[in-house]
């Protein structure tokens, strides 16, 4: 009887024994797999490092169990740009800038790659939301960033002509009036310098009436408004009916559904002003609170 008892024990022993050292379901597994990411392209400033995202489908479905997912990253030139996986998202790394150049980084998984083509430049002084862009209207504030500085290094920021536009402390730049200026950042890093040229003063104001918002240019040039939105909490299907025209007037009407109104909530337009487009949202007062350049084209 004790035998069989001991015969027993040792059978389960070894089962349980087989159970533990059985591997996870492998990432090998039947179907098809694939690599995507948004962000194949990237530019790196200065020192500034940037972690890139990756998601790893499949059959057409995301995979979330990353505990077994085996991804290698592998840059072509370390001198220009290495990379450090992270320990606990595996579709996940950091790119980290060492020179100027061009480099190839790339991500294997179960035979998959897929690269990313990266190019490392020297810091730079450029809007958060739009490197390149240096032409803006007086009136509206825009942020300036130094790309490939540390965030949390002192920076100083100085106003060729105070003029003609005045920037803070933190490199909030507001135009006073047309004219060309130039802007400088310094720190322990070194200087950046950007060149701005203002076009002649921006002032619209947003007012609620009868269920609409209206938009009004007190400003000595043309404006445009070609494109609107409603306030965040319109996702449900409200948003925009309608944008009309009328005397220099703008009249935008919400849908439907849209709680829009200028007291509670904020709304975004995109117009086109001295030959250029702009996009903007309008704080509860009706004035101009945050403006941007990124869809700024000519």
């Not at 490197?131 to 290094?153: N, R, T």
Request: charged letters at 25%; glycine letters at 8%.
């Amino acid at each position: 009887m004790k035998s069989k008892i001991r015969s027993i024990v040792v059978t389960m022993m070894t089962l349980a024994l087989i159970i533990t050292m059985m591997p996870k379901e492998s990432i090998k597994a039947s179907g098809k797999y694939s690599l995507e990411s948004f962000n194949t392209k990237v530019v790196l400033y200065g020192k500034e490092e940037q972690t890139i995202y990756s998601t790893l489908y499949h059959n057409g479905k995301k995979v979330d169990d990353e505990d077994n997912i085996k991804i290698k990253w592998k840059s072509s030139d370390s001198n220009i740009v290495k990379v450090k996986a992270d320990e606990w998202t595996p579709t996940s790394a950091d790119f980290i800038p060492v020179k100027e150049g061009k480099a190839t980084i790339t991500e294997s998984c179960n035979g998959l790659k897929l690269r990313y083509q990266v190019v490392v430049k020297k810091s730079v002084l450029g809007f958060w939301n739009n490197i390149e862009a240096s032409v803006i209207p007086a009136g509206p504030k825009i942020q300036l960033k130094s790309y490939g500085w540390d965030d949390s290094v002192k920076i100083t920021y100085k106003s060729s002509n105070p003029k003609i536009a005045k920037v803070k402390k933190y490199g909030s730049v507001q135009g006073i009036k047309a004219g060309n200026v130039t802007i400088t950042a310094k720190c322990k890093y070194g200087t950046l310098k950007k060149k701005l040229r203002f076009l002649p003063k921006l002032d619209l104001r947003l007012t609620t009436k009868k269920g609409a918002c209206y938009i009004k240019n007190n400003s000595k040039k043309k404006v445009t408004v070609i494109g609107a939105e409603g306030s965040w909490s319109d996702g449900d299907g409200g948003g925009i009916e309608s944008i009309k025209m009328k005397k220099g007037k703008v009249t935008i009407k919400p849908g439907k559904k849209s709680n829009l109104h200028v007291k509670s909530e904020c709304t975004g337009v995109v117009v086109k002003y001295c030959g250029y487009k702009y996009s903007m949202w309008f704080s509860e007062s009706g004035k101009i609170s945050d403006f941007y350049i990124g869809n700024a084209w000519k």
